[in-house]
């Protein structure tokens, strides 16, 4: 527990983790299959990007064509700006063009663009990418970054996690479509929650088990080395407002009767389904154990989120931390003092509150 905390905590500070290009390619598959024309004659923007160095950019640079787009914008933060410091590697991309400043290179951020018209020869690709130096640091709070957010008109990025909230804020402050990667644990902010229970942000589609693994820049704290490159495995997961395929199926579920009798796991088939003490809800610990009849409120784990599907279940609120506040738990409360779900005076872990849409539609 006390390592968990410490990791986390560095993690915190430190905002310099590069998402693979797998990772990258697999998750926006998934967009791509749901809705061939998802990036069609849209202009993408990815923010704290490090474009020379970036997989977002060099993804999309790739597929501009075939996805469609109609303008491709990365931008990237200063050097000197950062958080963590490490060794500043200039790009043979930046130092050999002519554009290049040493006066500028650490201290300025930088803006790659792409459209039709920089086309070369042959296929769209990432040497068409055009790039100039920011006016200032490349900090997407700063009135240049925001001009680019409000071109956009989708936004994809691995942003820094130390400013997450204000992140998802900015990008909501217009009303943007979106696809960023977050820590898992970022679902019980209450202002993200109060996103997802509104169905304006939702869980992308690569699985929530596992985390991913990104390429990190402090050599003190990696978890292992692929081909040279050190990498740290983070909690994290997409989170979008596009719609994709996952996100329509509905969960594969039982019966109560049939969980109580056949169910994999053995707390249910000995223990069924406890109430809280202090909510009017049954404890369901497990997502694949939810009885697909029963029709009142249940407590799920967070990881529901991750196979949650509108059409099938309404969430009501969500149970994390000891104060009471009913935005956020959005079912009454029955105890006195602590909020978390209780089970015979016992606290059990985070629990969102949900319920069963039948066939009438309530
Ligand atoms: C998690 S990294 C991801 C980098 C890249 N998007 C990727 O996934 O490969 C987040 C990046 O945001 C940058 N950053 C930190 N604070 C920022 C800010 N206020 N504005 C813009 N970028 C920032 C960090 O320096 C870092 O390069």
């Not at 993804?59 to 958080?83: D, H, P, V």
């Not at 990190?216 to 081909?227: A, F, R």
Request: proline share 4%; aromatic share 14%.
């Amino acid at each position: 527990m006390k390592i968990a905390k410490l990791n986390n905590a560095k993690i915190a500070k430190n905002d310099e983790f590069y998402t693979q290009y797998e990772d990258i390619q697999k998750e926006i598959n998934a967009y791509i299959e749901y809705n061939p024309d998802v990036f069609k004659n849209k202009v993408v923007l990815l923010p704290c990007d490090d474009p020379e160095w970036s997989n977002f950019t060099k993804f999309f640079a790739q597929n501009f064509e075939r996805f469609g787009i109609k303008k491709l914008i990365s931008t990237s933060y200063a050097m000197e700006s950062k958080n963590f410091k490490y060794p500043y590697q200039i790009s043979l991309f930046e130092s050999e063009s002519p554009q290049f400043d040493k006066e500028k290179t650490e201290t300025h951020g930088k803006i790659f663009t792409l459209t039709r018209e920089n086309k070369r020869a042959g296929k769209i690709n990432i040497d068409d990418l055009e790039w100039s130096y920011l006016e200032g640091d490349g900090d997407f709070r700063s009135d240049e970054v925001k001009a680019l957010r409000d071109e956009a008109d989708i936004i994809v990025t691995n942003p820094p996690f130390s400013l997450y909230r204000e992140f998802i804020n900015w990008i909501f402050e217009k009303q943007k479509q979106f696809l960023v990667i977050g820590n898992k644990n970022c679902v019980t902010y209450k202002e993200i929650f109060a996103l997802i229970k509104a169905n304006k942000l939702w869980s992308g589609k690569t699985e929530w088990s596992g985390g991913l693994w990104f390429e990190t820049k402090d050599s003190n704290d990696i978890d292992k080395v692929i081909n040279g490159i050190n990498m740290k495995n983070v909690s994290s997961v997409w989170f979008t407002n596009l719609e994709h395929g996952r996100r329509h199926q509905p969960l594969q579920l039982m019966s109560m009767a049939d969980n109580l009798k056949y169910s994999k796991h053995k707390e249910i088939r000995e223990n069924g389904y406890q109430k809280y003490d202090n909510y009017d809800a049954i404890n369901v610990p497990y997502t694949d154990a939810i009885p697909n009849d029963y029709n009142e409120v249940m407590g799920v784990p967070i990881s529901f989120l991750e196979k949650y599907n509108p059409n099938q279940f309404k969430i009501l609120g969500m149970s994390a931390s000891a104060g009471y506040n009913y935005e956020i738990v959005g079912i009454p409360f029955l105890g006195e003092k602590d909020a978390r779900p209780l089970i015979n005076g016992k606290n059990t872990f985070a629990r969102i509150f949900i319920k069963r849409i039948t066939e009438n539609g309530n």
